[in-house]
Nanobody, 128 residues
Framework: QVQLVESGGGSVQTGGSLRLSCSFS????????VGWFRQGPGKEREGVAA????????YIAASVKGRFTLSQDNAKSTVYLQMNSLKPEDTAMYYC?????????????????????WGQGTQVTVSS
């Protein structure tokens, strides 16, 4: 059973940075799609980024492109979401999700229904 644990959330001021971690366990780390989603107050959950843990392909949503980046540490089975130039509208609970990949792409990367496993989330609060 795949388990995902997010960490790294916190409170920052506008323009600050945070790095979120998604630790993957319970199955082989390679050949998975790992996505990052967020849900702000009164908003629907939206996908912001995804990566294929084996192929290394990444997907960054237009809403955060240029500010958010993905990386991974295969030895630690961990995917990182680096968030820079944070804005108050980035305030949300951030979740990572995963599914077994078939092929070298993760598509559709921002669809909740695409993923089988979810973490509990980590809160990010950006103050003005």
């Amino acid at each position: 059973q795949v388990q995902l644990v997010e960490s790294g959330g916190g409170s920052v001021q506008t323009g600050g940075s945070l790095r979120l971690s998604c630790s993957f366990s319970g199955s082989s780390y390679s050949s998975n799609c790992v996505g990052w989603f967020r849900q702000g107050p009164g908003k629907e959950r939206e996908g912001v980024a995804a990566t294929h843990t084996g192929a290394g392909s990444t997907y960054i949503a237009a809403s955060v492109k240029g500010r958010f980046t993905l990386s991974q540490d295969n030895a630690k089975s961990t995917v990182y979401l680096q968030m820079n130039s944070l804005k108050p509208e980035d305030t949300a609970m951030y979740y990572c999700a995963a599914r077994r990949a078939y092929g070298v792409t993760c598509y559709p990367p921002y669809s909740e229904a695409y993923y089988n496993y979810w973490g509990q989330g980590t809160q990010v609060t950006v103050s003005s």
